[in-house]
């Protein structure tokens, strides 16, 4: 039960970073800024 909510944990963690990264991604590309370039 408790691996159980820690993997949720991991899980959420993960997709925050996923959806901050691509959010950031679209705001540097707005500068002309590549993934690569930063």
């Known amino acids: ?3 159980d ?3 949720r944990l991991g ?3 993960h ?3 996923r959806l ?3 959010r950031f991604e679209a705001r540097a ?3 002309g ?3 690569a370039q930063w």
Do not use: A, C, E, Y
């Open 1 to 3: 039960m408790v691996s």
């Open 20 to 22: 901050m990264r691509k």
């Open 33 to 35: 800024l590549s993934s």
């Open 29 to 31: 590309s707005g500068l």
């Open 15 to 17: 997709d925050v970073q």
């Open 5 to 7: 909510g820690i993997d």
């Open 11 to 13: 899980f959420l963690i």
